[in-house]
Structures are given as structure tokens and as C-alpha cells.
């Protein structure tokens, strides 16, 4: 007989979140965020309470998890990333929760993976997702609930969408300790933190800010770029994965900085040969794309595999830097004196 979803994520658990340390609930908590950040709500409040005995509660708004309750006798056929809910039901001691989806409201509840649901009626006008669940220590028997390393990770996920605002209270001590995150200027919030560790005198760096949409992928790209920078950094994100070793979205960036450095050395009668190499080496980089359907090199997310995606980004970026530094010419010298002399 074949197993059921849940039973399979109960025996083979390393399977589908990678372990059962701190790395696998986080991709849990990954894979419930990921799926509300692409779900069309307008508004992106999210709570986080973490309480004694184990007990967390999640207060989120409409949560796209209709494909969950189509099988309810196994809950197969589900995409990956609409796994969060599915895996806090198989590995939940206890669960118990009142979820919002597009359609409708649901009251579900499980032990130890036996679940059930009923549908329920209410007023949808600003429905809200409320999750109570303590986690399995049957099966996270090592786990340790690190209040530092989860709020990390809300802080990246607040800055890599804009229009959330994620809360985190441990109320897990005498003295409670209480988190805000929201970041209106998305990545540009994070840069202004690595700009101001990596970088003296940022008069004389070239910053650029920039958000848009271009066809069904939003993007954010903050970065300057600086002849005499100590410390470089990149960092950049397919919704919510970083691409450590960057691919499309990274190059497509590199490309059209690249492309303006040449043009207006040119213009002045100068040549300066920059590889992508050297050019990381003169940079401090956030950047993100975020949509469905974006392809990674391998099964790892550890690096976008899109040309397309390539092309895009390098004229937008081209055609954004030029247009800045058109404008601000005498930066430009700066920067391209200090390239010349930094090569």
C-alpha cells in the first residue's frame, strides 16, 4: 500500500526538510512564509510567538493552501512550496489552527500526524490564519529553538519583501524579548547597514537604488560601488533562497555596470578593462528577483539558471547607471580614477 504524504514526511523527515537541528525548522518556517509572500493579499502582517513546553503560534494573513485540503484522505500532489502546512501537521506533537485560504476558512487540527478538518463560515473580509503547534521532540529530539538565528532570518525575509511586517516575541523567559521588522525600502534598508560597516568615506562611492517589475518578476537592486572599498559584500535572492553562488540575476548586474564603466571611460578617452571578477571586488551588493517559476542550476537553490532572466537584468541596470551617472558626472571621474588606479 502506498504511504500517505504525511506518513512518508514522518518516517523520512531528513528527506523533505534536510534534518531535524535548527536547519530544518527553519526550512519549515521557510516554506510557510515563502508561500504567504506569493499569495495576493495586500496586506503581509506576520506574528511569531515563541512560548514555553515547545508551543509556537503563527498569526498570518490568507494563506494559499486550497491544493492541501483536494486530497484530504493523503494529501498528495502538492508542490513543493506549498509543503509549510503540510509539514507542521506531520511533525507537530500537537496543532491546531483556523486557516484562511482563498476559498474559505478551515479548522484543522493533528497529533502527532493524525489530522482532521472541517470547513467553517465567518467573515472573510480581513481574515486572518492563526496556527498553535508544538513541535514533535520524538522526532526533533536535538532541536534547539535559537531565538537569534530565527530572527536573522525574519530580519532577511522583512528586507527581501517590502510590504511585510514581521513580529517575533519570545515569551519564553522572565524578561520577554520582542522584535519588529519592517523594511519599506526593502533591500536598500540592508545595504545602508553594510555600507555603513564596509565603507569609510562613502561620499566618493556610487550608490544606486532601484525597484521594478519586468514582465512577471519583481526586482530589488541596491549596491555601490567604490575604487577603494576594503570590505566587499554581495549578497543575492531568488525569493526567499540566497543564491550563494549568484547565476543569472548576479551576472545580469555585473554585466550592466560593467557595460556603463566601459562606455564612459571611452567617452573620456580612457580604457579600463574590468572583469566580473575584479568588479565584485570594488562592490557592496543586495539584490533580489521574486516570482513563481524561477529556475535554479541543480536541485540545490543555490544559484539562478535563467538567460532570459540575464538579459533583462543587464539592460535595466545598464540603462539605470548610465542614466545616473550622466547625471552626476563628477562622481564618475572619482570612481573612474580610483578604477584606473585600483587596476
Not at 25 to 49: A, C, G, Q, Y
Request: aromatic share 10%.
Amino acid at each position: 500500500m502506498e504511504r500517505s504524504l504525511i506518513e512518508s514526511i514522518r518516517k523520512r523527515t531528513h528527506l523533505y526538510i534536510g534534518d531535524t537541528l535548527f536547519r530544518g525548522f527553519r526550512n519549515i518556517l521557510e516554506s510557510i512564509l515563502s508561500d504567504l509572500m506569493i499569495t495576493n493579499v495586500n496586506e503581509r502582517k506576520i506574528t511569531i510567538e515563541f512560548r514555553k513546553q515547545d508551543w509556537i503560534r503563527l498569526l498570518l494573513p490568507v494563506v494559499d493552501v486550497d491544493i492541501i485540503f483536494d486530497r484530504p484522505e493523503d494529501m498528495v500532489y502538492i508542490p513543493h512550496e506549498k509543503m509549510g502546512i503540510v509539514y507542521l501537521v506531520a511533525l507537530s506533537e500537537k496543532f491546531s489552527g483556523i486557516i484562511w485560504s482563498l476559498s474559505g476558512g478551515k479548522r484543522l487540527g493533528a497529533r502527532n500526524g493524525i489530522y482532521s478538518f472541517v470547513n467553517i463560515s465567518g467573515n472573510t473580509d480581513t481574515p486572518y490564519t492563526i496556527i498553535n503547534f508544538k513541535i514533535d521532540r520524538t522526532i526533533f529530539k536535538k532541536l534547539d529553538l535559537n531565538y537569534e538565528f530565527i530572527n536573522q532570518r525574519l530580519r532577511e525575509y522583512a528586507f527581501l519583501n517590502p510590504s511585510s511586517q514581521i513580529t517575533s516575541t519570545d515569551l519564553r523567559n522572565d524578561q520577554p524579548q520582542h522584535n519588529l521588522y519592517t523594511y519599506p525600502r526593502g533591500v536598500a534598508h540592508e545595504l545602508d547597514f553594510r555600507v555603513a560597516t564596509c565603507i569609510d568615506d562613502v561620499e566618493n562611492g556610487i550608490r544606486l537604488d532601484l525597484q521594478t517589475s519586468i514582465g512577471k518578476y519583481f526586482y530589488q537592486i541596491s549596491f555601490v560601488i567604490d575604487g577603494w572599498l576594503e570590505v566587499p559584500y554581495i549578497a543575492t535572492y531568488a525569493n526567499e533562497a540566497n543564491l550563494i553562488r549568484g547565476g543569472s540575476l548576479e551576472s545580469g548586474i555585473l554585466a550592466g555596470i560593467q557595460a556603463v564603466i566601459k562606455e564612459i571611460a571611452e567617452r573620456k578617452g580612457k580604457k579600463i578593462k574590468i572583469t566580473p571578477n575584479e568588479l565584485k571586488k570594488k562592490l557592496i551588493l543586495i539584490a533580489g528577483v521574486r516570482g513563481e517559476e524561477l529556475m535554479f542550476a541543480g536541485s540545490a537553490k543555490w544559484e539562478l539558471d535563467m538567460p532570459a532572466m540575464q538579459k533583462e537584468v543587464k539592460k535595466y541596470v545598464y540603462q539605470e547607471f548610465l542614466k545616473y551617472v550622466e547625471a552626476n558626472p563628477d562622481a564618475m571621474s572619482v570612481l573612474l580614477e580610483r578604477l584606473a588606479f585600483g587596476f
